[in-house]
């Protein structure tokens, strides 16, 4: 322990902080298009469309083609494997048409969850094998950050410590090896929204699982500054019959954060989860008017919240195609004002309303 | 794990973020005058003085009872037990004197270092026997805060990740039980100058070991927001062949806080070690220049640093008192302003030579 051995060089710590900070510059946040082909499968199911390559194929370009306004919203898409390679109708690559935007190319590189024998439907999540082989060509083919998604649940048993451990130790090795690669790792343990806990529970955990995650990021020498870490943010279980504000879900996710991320982190990008485009909006915004100090940028990595009006207007027709792009274009822009507290709600109140509920004694 | 159980409620909570941060308010560190009778020793015999208690009462009440204006640079003053229970020459109860300036009174809470079997001469610290009642009545007699210092060293094969672990988990201990009964804990987590280890390798340690700490700290469910911690600045170790300057040493410093200290502990106040008045001074101010995000104050916590002069000036005879009284102030302005970046010292061609020797890229 006492003694420090080579990890990364002056210019690859300088390469990597400048990468992370471009992704959440001001105003910015990163769409999450890396879909798996079983992901997809779900999305285009519900808007009746075949799983087909070629289907996914148009359907990101619907995505890629938004025209200059998603310069100034967009920091980064996550790409998923297949999509790294496939080109627009004009052939030219999908990663030049971002690249040429000024917005960075990441890429998911985990294989998905498997199963923690002994307990309770628990997970980790599989990749290490070769990881540092894939993030080398993927960094020569045009990536500058990557994405590892674990996974956590509550319940009156979960997350155990098994859990905990286990999948912060795998995100620290997946961290660990990006950055040997010049690639930023996005860190996501994600606690599911599923259940009927409450505020406070999924804060404490979120607090746990948080906190063992830097430890592990310390233990594994992972350069805090050129990672980002990628949340869910601090919600009431799905079925939780408490309902909170956004004003609450803010304070409580603030906090948290407050706790247990460095300031050394460049920035904190939202999954969005099971939230509907406009409360991942709101909440987001929330978020950023918080009047607890926050030492890092804090913005989205949606999927789902920044392409389900875009999906359902395409509904796989090439003539819904400008119109789908244009949705995407909307909520892009929605969410970069989010990022920066100045959304005012779609036609309600709004801002000043919301900041009335905050009740300036809560202690959390 | 996943259930919290009640450390503390709402109103504990309250009262232990607001003690802490009145003692970090702004401009505003410590005066660490618990040195034990062991310790004051030592400090009384470099100026041919006998340690008895009149002695150490005599000095103590010399600093307690100058002008009130004290107040505005010393939010705290951490206590000996002895202390705690002496009287000013005009028969008020020290903690009362030091509380009318509006000064906020802490008290030393551990009992000395022992050694860890197995390590090359590590310890861990002792102290926690009996410590929730000890609390409750140093509570009733007038503290608001505790101190608790804990030792690493570096070396070779030192620190130990058993030295490590035990000492943050100790630390850990001891917090929990202070927030119980209302005092804030000041975490310390010490690791020694000695040595020739460079700026470097202390950076790459105090890393490590605050990690620890904060895990442990996370563990322990302790509320960060009623902590303060007391570490060492970042310095090459005393032997260390090269020179590094204040703003080296701030950048060391600032840069692993940010890595490892969570923004919602409200503030940091730097031991000063074996630093002289001066350079503990020029260290402080610097870290308060550094151009990098710090969310927590940074402050001071300061023995030696404080009293060396008002010690020489003393020297024992009643008399001097005045001369003596006048260096401690002095001392406490000046690290009062350097607690905001605004010491500027006199003799020394401007503030802006010494800043352009900060090289904007450097990356640590």
């Given at each position: 322990?006492?003694?420090?051995?080579?990890?990364?060089?002056?210019?690859?710590?300088?390469?990597?902080?400048?990468?992370?900070?471009?992704?959440?510059?001001?105003?910015?946040?990163?769409?999450?298009?890396?879909?798996?082909?079983?992901?997809?499968?779900?999305?285009?199911?519900?808007?009746?469309?075949?799983?087909?390559?070629?289907?996914?194929?148009?359907?990101?370009?619907?995505?890629?083609?938004?025209?200059?306004?998603?310069?100034?919203?967009?920091?980064?898409?996550?790409?998923?494997?297949?999509?790294?390679?496939?080109?627009?109708?004009?052939?030219?690559?999908?990663?030049?048409?971002?690249?040429?935007?000024?917005?960075?190319?990441?890429?998911?590189?985990?294989?998905?969850?498997?199963?923690?024998?002994?307990?309770?439907?628990?997970?980790?999540?599989?990749?290490?094998?070769?990881?540092?082989?894939?993030?080398?060509?993927?960094?020569?083919?045009?990536?500058?950050?990557?994405?590892?998604?674990?996974?956590?649940?509550?319940?009156?048993?979960?997350?155990?410590?098994?859990?905990?451990?286990?999948?912060?130790?795998?995100l620290a090795r997946y961290a660990s090896i990006c950055q040997q690669h010049g690639i930023v790792p996005i860190v996501e343990p994600e606690i599911l929204p599923d259940g009927d806990h409450d505020l406070k529970?999924?804060?404490?955990?979120?607090?746990?699982?948080?906190?063992?995650?830097?430890?592990?990021?310390?233990?594994?020498?992972?350069?805090?500054?050129?990672?980002?870490?990628?949340?869910?943010?601090?919600?009431?279980?799905?079925?939780?019959?408490?309902?909170?504000?956004?004003?609450?879900?803010?304070?409580?996710?603030?906090?948290?954060?407050?706790?247990?991320?460095?300031?050394?982190?460049?920035?904190?990008?939202?999954?969005?989860?099971?939230?509907?485009?406009?409360?991942?909006?709101?909440?987001?915004?929330?978020?950023?008017?918080?009047?607890?100090?926050?030492?890092?940028?804090?913005?989205?990595?949606?999927?789902?919240?920044?392409?389900?009006?875009?999906?359902?207007?395409?509904?796989?027709?090439?003539?819904?195609?400008?119109?789908?792009?244009?949705?995407?274009?909307?909520?892009?822009?929605?969410?970069?004002?989010?990022?920066?507290?100045?959304?005012?709600?779609?036609?309600?109140?709004?801002?000043?309303a919301s900041r009335s509920l905050y009740v300036a004694n809560h202690a959390y | 794990m996943t259930h919290q159980y009640p450390s503390l409620s709402p109103e504990q909570k309250k009262e232990l973020s607001t003690?802490?941060?009145?003692?970090?308010?702004?401009?505003?560190?410590?005066?660490?005058?618990?040195?034990?009778?062991?310790?004051?020793?030592?400090?009384?015999?470099?100026?041919?003085?006998?340690?008895?208690?009149?002695?150490?009462?005599?000095?103590?009440?010399?600093?307690?009872?100058?002008?009130?204006?004290?107040?505005?640079?010393?939010?705290?003053?951490?206590?000996?037990?002895?202390?705690?229970?002496?009287?000013?020459?005009?028969?008020?109860?020290?903690?009362?004197?030091?509380?009318?300036?509006?000064?906020?009174?802490?008290?030393?809470?551990?009992?000395?270092?022992?050694?860890?079997?197995?390590?090359?001469?590590?310890?861990?610290?002792?102290?926690?026997?009996?410590?929730?009642?000890?609390?409750?009545?140093?509570?009733?007699?007038?503290?608001?805060?505790?101190?608790?210092?804990?030792?690493?060293?570096?070396?070779?094969?030192?620190?130990?990740?058993?030295?490590?672990?035990?000492?943050?988990?100790?630390?850990?201990?001891?917090?929990?039980?202070?927030?119980?009964?209302?005092?804030?804990?000041?975490?310390?987590?010490?690791?020694?100058?000695?040595?020739?280890?460079?700026?470097?390798?202390?950076?790459?340690?105090?890393?490590?070991?605050?990690?620890?700490?904060?895990?442990?700290?996370?563990?322990?469910?302790?509320?960060?927001?009623?902590?303060?911690?007391?570490?060492?600045?970042?310095?090459?170790?005393?032997?260390?062949?090269?020179?590094?300057?204040?703003?080296?040493?701030?950048?060391?410093?600032?840069?692993?806080?940010?890595?490892?200290?969570?923004?919602?502990?409200?503030?940091?106040?730097?031991?000063?070690?074996?630093?002289?008045?001066?350079?503990?001074?020029?260290?402080?101010?610097?870290?308060?220049?550094?151009?990098?995000?710090?969310?927590?104050?940074?402050?001071?916590?300061?023995?030696?640093?404080?009293?060396?002069?008002?010690?020489?000036?003393?020297?024992?005879?009643?008399?001097?008192?005045?001369?003596?009284?006048?260096?401690?102030?002095?001392?406490?302005?000046?690290?009062?302003?350097?607690?905001?970046?605004?010491?500027?010292?006199?003799?020394?061609?401007?503030?802006?030579?010494?800043?352009?020797?900060?090289?904007?890229?450097?990356?640590?």
């Open positions: 322990m006492p003694h420090q051995y080579p990890t990364l060089s002056i210019e690859q710590k300088k390469e990597l902080q400048d990468i992370a900070h471009r992704i959440v510059s001001p105003g910015k946040g990163i769409l999450a298009a890396d879909e798996s082909v079983g992901s997809m499968a779900k999305r285009l199911a519900q808007i009746g469309v075949e799983n087909t390559e070629e289907n996914r194929r148009q359907y990101r370009q619907v995505l890629f083609s938004a025209d200059s306004r998603i310069n100034s919203c967009i920091g980064g898409v996550i790409f998923f494997h297949e999509t790294l390679y496939q080109h627009a109708d004009d052939g030219t690559p999908f990663v030049q048409m971002i690249k040429d935007k000024g917005i960075l190319v990441g890429i998911k590189v985990d294989k998905g969850v498997v199963p923690l024998a002994g307990t309770n439907g628990e997970t980790t999540t599989q990749g290490l094998d070769g990881l540092s082989e894939r993030c080398a060509q993927y960094k020569k083919d045009g990536a500058d950050f990557a994405k590892w998604r674990c996974v956590l649940k509550i319940s009156t048993t979960t997350p155990s410590q098994l859990a905990l451990t286990e999948n912060a130790n795998v529970r999924s804060q404490y955990v979120t607090e746990k699982v948080l906190t063992a995650m830097y430890k592990a990021l310390s233990d594994h020498h992972v350069y805090l500054e050129g990672t980002l870490l990628k949340p869910n943010m601090v919600t009431p279980g799905h079925g939780c019959s408490t309902k909170y504000s956004a004003v609450e879900i803010a304070m409580a996710t603030v906090t948290a954060l407050r706790r247990t991320v460095p300031p050394a982190v460049a920035g904190i990008t939202f999954l969005s989860g099971g939230q509907s485009e406009e409360e991942a909006s709101i909440n987001l915004n929330a978020i950023n008017n918080c009047p607890l100090p926050k030492p890092w940028a804090l913005t989205f990595s949606y999927g789902r919240a920044l392409q389900a009006s875009a999906l359902s207007t395409w509904r796989g027709q090439k003539e819904n195609a400008s119109a789908a792009t244009e949705e995407f274009v909307k909520r892009a822009e929605v969410n970069g004002l989010a990022a920066q507290g100045k959304y005012s709600g779609s036609g309600n109140s709004g801002g000043a | 003690i802490a941060q009145r003692i970090v308010a702004p401009g505003k560190g410590i005066l660490a005058a618990d040195e034990s009778v062991g310790t004051m020793g030592k400090r009384l015999q470099k100026i041919n003085v006998e340690n008895n208690e009149e002695n150490r009462r005599f000095f103590r009440n010399l600093l307690f009872s100058v002008d009130s204006s004290i107040a505005n640079s010393i939010g705290g003053v951490i206590f000996f037990h002895e202390t705690l229970y002496q009287k000013s020459d005009k028969g008020v109860p020290f903690p009362k004197l030091v509380k009318e300036k509006g000064i906020v009174v802490g008290i030393k809470v551990d009992k000395g270092t022992a050694g860890l079997n197995g390590t090359d001469g590590e310890t861990t610290t002792q102290g926690l026997d009996g410590l929730a009642e000890r609390c409750a009545q140093y509570k009733k007699d007038g503290c608001d805060f505790a101190k608790w210092r804990s030792v690493l060293k570096i070396s070779d094969g030192c620190p130990s990740a058993l030295a490590v672990a035990e000492n943050a988990n100790v630390l850990a201990r001891y917090a929990s039980i202070c927030q119980q009964n209302g005092l804030v804990p000041i975490v310390e987590p010490e690791i020694l100058p000695d040595g020739d280890h460079d700026l470097k390798r202390c950076q790459y340690v105090t890393e490590k070991v605050l990690a620890a700490v904060y895990k442990a700290l996370s563990d322990h469910h302790v509320y960060l927001e009623g902590t303060l911690l007391k570490p060492n600045m970042v310095t090459a170790g005393h032997s260390c062949p090269k020179k590094f300057t204040s703003e080296e040493v701030a950048m060391a410093t600032v840069t692993a806080l940010r890595r490892t200290v969570p923004a919602a502990v409200p503030g940091i106040c730097f031991l000063s070690g074996g630093q002289s008045e001066e350079e503990a001074s020029l260290n402080l101010n610097a870290i308060n220049q550094m151009p990098l995000h710090r969310p927590w104050k940074l402050t001071f916590s300061y023995g030696r640093a404080l009293q060396a002069s008002a010690l020489s000036a003393w020297k024992g005879k009643q008399e001097n008192k005045q001369a003596a009284q006048n260096a401690f102030c002095t001392r406490a302005k000046i690290n009062g302003l350097a607690s905001k970046g605004e010491y500027k010292p006199t003799g020394e061609s401007n503030q802006a030579a010494t800043q352009s020797l900060f090289t904007a890229s450097y990356v640590y």
